[in-house]
C-alpha cells in the first residue's frame, strides 16, 4: 500500500459545479497535512494547510478525517482557472524525524 | 517575505555530462531546504534533504549528490548524468518539519 494515495482523475466538471477530491495515508502518526495546487510545467504552490477542526479558504474547504485516515478538498462553484492538478502532502513520521510525502495528485478540469 | 530562487529554469544536457543546479532562499535564517524530482507523469520524490549547513541526508541511492555550503544555499550536482536522470527539479524550503513547503520554480533537465 503506497504511504499516500490519491485518486488521479482527470475529474471533468461543469463551471459552477462542486468538486471533492480525497487522499488517503497509511501512517496513523502522521502531524501535518497540506493542500498544493500545480499547474501544467509549473511547481506546487500550497493552496491550504489541513487542521484537525476542517478549515475554510473562500470556495475551499479542507476536511481531516483520523479515525479513516484521509484529508479531503471540497472545491464550491468551480472556476475555469480551477483546472490544475491538485496534490496532498502529509508529514509522515518515518526513522525518527517527519518527511513530507506527496500524493502523485488528483487531475481536475473545468469545463466552460 | 521569504522568496526562493532556482535555476536554470531549462537544461538539456549529453549523457555522462556533469551538472550542478543551485537554489537559494532569501527571507528566513535556517531553513530546512529539499531537492525534488519530478518525471514526467509521475509525483514528486523526494531526493535530498538539509536541516543545516553542511547536513544532507539522501532519500534515493542515485548518481546525484547535494551540497549546502552556506545556509541558505543548497546545490544538487552529479558528476556523469543518466538518461535516467531527464525530469523536472524542484527545491523547496520550509521553517520547520511540520510547516508546508514552498517551491522554486523548478529546473526542467533533458538528457540527450
Known sequence: ?112 | SQTIHQWPATLVQPVGSPLSLECTVEGTSNPNLYWYRQAAGRGLQLLFYSVGIGQISSEVPQNLSASRPQDRQFILSSKKLLLSDSGFYLCAWSVGVNQPQHFGDGTRLSIL
Not at chain 1, 475554510?56 to 492538478?85: C, M, V
Request: net charge positive; proline share 4%; aromatic share 12%.
Open chain 1, 1 to 112: 500500500r503506497k504511504e499516500v494515495e490519491q485518486d488521479p482523475g482527470p475529474f471533468n466538471v461543469p463551471e459552477g459545479a462542486t468538486v471533492a477530491f480525497n487522499c488517503t495515508y497509511s501512517n496513523s502518526a502522521s502531524q501535518s497535512f497540506f493542500w498544493y495546487r500545480q499547474d501544467c510545467r509549473k511547481e506546487p504552490k500550497l493552496l491550504m494547510s489541513v487542521y484537525s477542526s476542517g478549515n475554510e479558504d473562500g470556495r475551499f474547504t479542507a476536511q481531516l478525517n483520523r479515525a479513516s485516515q484521509y484529508i479531503s478538498l471540497l472545491i464550491r462553484d468551480s472556476k475555469l482557472s480551477d483546472s490544475a492538478t491538485y496534490l496532498c502532502a502529509v508529514n509522515h513520521a518515518r526513522g525518527g524525524t517527519y518527511k513530507y510525502i506527496f500524493g502523485t495528485g488528483t487531475r481536475l478540469k473545468v469545463l466552460a
